[in-house]
T-cell receptor, first 112, second 113 residues
Framework: GEDVEQSLFLSVREGDSSVINCTYT??????LYWYKQEPGAGLQLLTY?????DMKQDQRLTVLLNKKDKHLSLRIADTQTGDSAIYFC????????????FGGGTRVLVKP | GAVVSQHPSWVICKSGTSVKIECRSL??????MFWYRQFPKQSLMLMAT?????????EQGVEKDKFLINHASLTLSTLTVTSAHPEDSSFYIC?????????FGPGTRLLVL
């Protein structure tokens, strides 16, 4: 079965790095995504990683994938107050019509 | 690129009425669109998968006669909440698929009185 889990809350000081963790259970995942949701808004795609990759870096964002442990992380360098939001990880399986299975979301609070 | 819009952004209606929500892919063609609902402080729950020109596929527990989905073109899908009740109040979000990645609309907040 599919199950994606995240920690509920992360508090970080402005300028520090944030690391948001996610675990999943389905080993046939094709892509793994990180989305950001600000209050009252839809989901903004931040980045994604193909399942045969270990790492992907995009400006302040670094995604690490440990396929053996089914662990995904998102590191945000030099965290800013505008990074305060809920972050969702999600997995998709091409063979399942690219349906996304979401984690519960991690609320990140950046303190000045 | 890959912008999805929704209309309306929020709607208040009386119990028993029907509400239509539009989802448009503005700069790409989405052969597949997804409809989600999200309750406060919760994750997204997939309601249905909509493919252009065919009937939507509903997730288990989602009433297809209550949540009517039409995907008439490659850039437009609509969700109609029929005979709305207060428990249908929620945040409804659609997503269009481009190259296997889902791009989300800004959401529609529905309040049924």
């Amino acid at each position: 079965g599919e199950d994606v889990e995240q920690s509920l809350f992360l508090s970080v000081r402005e300028g520090d790095s944030s690391v948001i963790n996610c675990t999943y259970t389905d080993s046939s995942s094709t892509y793994l995504y990180w989305y950001k949701q600000e209050p009252g808004a839809g989901l903004q795609l931040l980045t994604y990683i193909f399942s045969n990759m270990d790492m992907k870096q995009d400006q302040r964002l670094t995604v690490l994938l440990n396929k053996k442990d089914k662990h995904l992380s998102l590191r945000i360098a030099d965290t800013q107050t505008g990074d305060s939001a809920i972050y969702f990880c999600a997995e998709s399986i091409t063979a399942a019509g690219n349906k996304l299975t979401f984690g519960g979301g991690t609320r990140v609070l950046v303190k000045p | 690129g890959a912008v999805v819009s929704q209309h309306p952004s929020w709607v208040i209606c009386k119990s028993g009425t029907s509400v239509k929500i539009e989802c448009r892919s503005l700069d790409f063609q989405a052969t597949t669109m997804f409809w989600y609902r999200q309750f406060p402080k919760q994750s997204l729950m997939l309601m249905a998968t909509s493919n252009e020109g065919s009937k939507a596929t509903y997730e288990q527990g989602v009433e297809k006669d209550k949540f009517l989905i039409n995907h008439a073109s490659l850039t437009l899908s609509t969700l109609t909440v029929t005979s709305a009740h207060p428990e249908d109040s929620s945040f409804y979000i659609c997503a269009g698929t481009l190259q296997e990645t889902q791009y989300f609309g800004p959401g529609t907040r529905l309040l049924v009185l």
